[in-house]
């Protein structure tokens, strides 16, 4: 069973290794004193992406704290996990629209396309890949 009620957990979430949100906010509160400690910042990555790889990604993205190999490991887990939310998101919203059967004209073209215009399945890789980010030395 989930740690905590399905409801509260975002959407995309398949069951991963339990985090419970305490021991999430003990981490943040640890990395968030150490910001210049690559390794406490993996620490509470690892754990944070099992609830909202969307807020890791962000964390890495911004900027604000260590870097380094570990890091960098958490960052593109997150990415992928925050993917998948993303892809299994719009499944599921793409199969809503055809169980409804309003005849909306869109669906009749065919034209089954996400926000901005993009197909379904399109993820972009984040603001950090299409920036060159570079998380080698954070901080330091």
């Known amino acids: 069973s989930p740690p905590f009620p399905l409801s509260l957990h975002p959407p995309g979430w398949r069951g991963m290794a339990s985090v419970q949100p305490a021991k999430v906010r003990v981490l943040e509160g640890i990395a968030n004193s150490r910001p210049k400690d690559a390794k406490k910042q993996a620490e509470y990555l690892r754990a944070l992406a099992q609830v909202d790889p969307q807020a890791a990604v962000r964390r890495v993205e911004s900027l ?28 599921a919203e793409a199969a809503r629209r055809a169980s409804d059967d309003d005849g909306d004209e869109d669906d009749a073209r065919g034209d089954h396309r996400g926000g901005g215009g993009q197909p379904f399945g399109y993820a972009g890789a984040g603001a950090g890949a299409q920036q060159g980010l570079s998380l080698g030395g954070g901080l330091g």
């Open 64 to 91: 604000k704290y260590a870097g380094g190999d570990e890091v960098l490991v958490e960052y593109a887990k997150a990415l992928v996990l925050a993917q998948q939310q993303q892809q299994d998101a719009k499944a």
